[in-house]
């Protein structure tokens, strides 16, 4: 059975969300690390 894009791209996010707690960072922090805004790592990591 193929994977849906959908289920991927909710897993990259979980697994980014997974990583950040991991690293005790918060979604400002980490997005601006990453050069990205607050709004679109959150939406990444739903």
Not at 13 to 29: H, L, P, T, V, W
Not at 34 to 41: E, I
């Amino acid at each position: 059975m193929p994977i849906r894009p959908t289920e991927t791209l909710h897993d990259v996010g979980e697994f980014i969300r997974q990583q950040r707690e991991n690293a005790q960072k918060s979604i400002r922090d980490l997005a601006r690390s990453a050069g990205v805004s607050n709004p679109y790592l959150s939406q990444i990591e739903r």
